[in-house]
């Protein structure tokens, strides 16, 4: 069993699964080309973000926790 996906869980832990950068593309998640965000990664949280950029966390976090 994969570890669940959470508003708390950080960008950094997110991307450490390649597939899950599709997803986060999808909903247009502004951090994945910002120069800013590499130095931050460690730190931001996939809520903090969502609510920074009017993302539905709930729909993002359905996918990103699917059984693949």
Do not use: S, V, W
Not at 39 to 53: H, Q, R, T, V
């Amino acid at each position: 069993m994969k570890n669940k996906i959470t508003k708390n869980t950080r960008l950094a832990e997110i991307l450490k699964k390649p597939e899950n950068k599709e997803i986060l593309a999808k909903y247009n998640l502004p951090c994945l080309t910002c120069p800013f965000a590499g130095a931050e990664m460690e730190d931001l949280k996939i809520g903090k973000i969502c609510e920074m950029y009017g993302i539905d966390i709930n729909n993002l976090l359905k996918d990103l926790n699917k059984e693949k």
